[in-house]
């Protein structure tokens, strides 16, 4: 039980890590296609609007990733998951593909994680062991069907 609070803190740290990255690059998106670049008329409200969308989004995911969120508080309980599974979800993979993203459904609905290459089998095996009644879909890592 030591291992899973550490890989998850790790875990949850390159995510929100990966959400702040989108945040600071669409910024920097905005600033760059006004200021520097000099774009005008229609192609920098189509630019602005899809980089808006993309901070939108970041934004969201931060918000999704706060520790008083409730799917982050059922990830601190793994009994209370329902399933896990690679994303984006492929049933075979190629024999020596890892995913790097896992999406854990929690009864508070999804939630999408950066693992990490390195970490994922440790990640997806600590849960098996700490929740049996977990459905594990992850292609080359384990697969356990519903009981």
Do not use: C
Not at 35 to 60: E, W
Not at 69 to 97: D, G, M, N, R
Not at 122 to 133: G, H, I, N, Y
């Amino acid at each position: 039980m030591d291992l899973y609070p550490r890989l998850l803190a790790e875990i949850l740290k390159r995510t929100r890590s990966e959400a702040l990255n989108g945040l600071l690059f669409g910024a920097i998106n905005i600033a760059l296609l006004v200021f520097i670049l000099k774009f005008d008329g229609v192609l920098l409200y189509v630019f602005i609007t899809v980089t808006a969308l993309m901070i939108l989004q970041s934004v969201r995911r931060l918000w999704t990733m706060r520790n008083s969120s409730p799917k982050i508080q059922a990830l601190h309980a793994p009994e209370k998951l329902v399933k896990i599974q690679s994303w984006p979800y492929v049933k075979k993979f190629p024999e020596s593909h890892v995913p790097m993203f896992v999406r854990i459904d929690t009864p508070d609905g999804p939630i999408r994680l950066k693992v990490g290459k390195p970490d994922v089998k440790r990640f997806v095996d600590e849960l098996a062991k700490l929740a049996p009644q977990l459905v594990i879909d992850v292609p080359n890592i384990l697969v356990r069907p519903a009981a």
